[in-house]
């Protein structure tokens, strides 16, 4: 099983840390994608590597999408291809969690 994370600079550190490592725990695949590739900073400091942008994505590659909350969720709503991301996994009725300020996306 594959999991795709969605977060950018300002995300909620343990609401992207916890699941991220819970998820790696369990065994499963996890890819970060961001508005680019490369480190993205949480709000109490903690930073975690972006393997992915999201316009590289493809929604087809994944099980199921986490959004985490934070400060991300303002400026990921604002991104094109998330909603469209987002839509697919809806459309395949893929699960979709999101946690906090992650239901910003959804709207």
Excluded at 10 to 24: A, I, N, S
Excluded at 65 to 81: F, I, K, M, V
């Amino acid at each position: 099983m594959k999991v795709l994370i969605v977060s950018a600079d300002g995300f909620e550190d343990t609401e992207l840390l916890v699941p991220w490592y819970r998820f790696r725990e369990e065994g499963l695949l996890v890819d970060v994608a961001s508005l680019r590739e490369g480190r993205i900073k949480g709000k109490h400091g903690y930073e975690v590597l972006a393997n992915l942008a999201i316009d590289d994505v493809q929604a087809a590659d994944y099980d199921a999408l986490l959004l985490p909350g934070g400060w991300a969720p303002e400026a990921l709503r604002r991104s094109p291809r998330l909603l469209e991301i987002v839509r697919e996994f809806f459309a395949a009725a893929k699960p979709v969690f999101a946690i906090c300020h992650g239901p910003e996306i959804l709207v």
